[in-house]
């Protein structure tokens, strides 16, 4: 079973940055895409930024130019350089991987970490 643990959430002032990290049990490059959503509180989860394996990026309208999605395949990691924060970030934050073969699609999750921005 695929494990995904993140870790770098916490509180900051607007205007500040915060790096996510996230650590797979698995290389990063058996994955198909691997990213990161988010969760407001009373809102749907929404796509923050994807990672393809090959490298190609997909950013939220919201946060192009700010965030940063980066992943180190020697340690299997993927992180999110999140700069210039609103409160708007404010949300609960997913790292996600998901691996598509011809037989299966199946997408992994981890726990969650808190991201909270003080205006």
């Known amino acids: 079973q695929v494990q995904l643990v993140e870790s770098g959430g916490g509180l900051m002032q607007a205007g500040g940055s915060l790096r996510l990290s996230c650590t797979a049990s698995?290389?990063?490059?058996?994955?198909?895409?691997t990213g990161w959503w988010r969760q407001a509180p009373g809102k749907q989860r929404e796509l923050v930024a994807l990672?393809?394996?090959?490298?190609?990026?997909n950013y939220a309208d919201s946060v192009k130019g700010r965030f940063t999605i980066s992943k180190d395949n020697a340690k299997s990691t993927v992180d999110l350089q999140m700069n210039s924060l609103t409160p708007e970030d404010t949300a609960i934050y997913y790292c996600?991987?998901?691996?598509?073969?011809?037989?299966?699609?199946?997408?992994?999750w981890g726990q969650g970490t808190q991201v909270t921005v003080s205006s």
């Open positions: 698995e290389s990063t490059l058996s994955f198909t895409n």
């Open positions: 990672l393809s394996r090959a490298g190609s990026t």
């Open positions: 996600y991987a998901e691996r598509n073969t011809l037989e299966s699609h199946r997408t992994y």
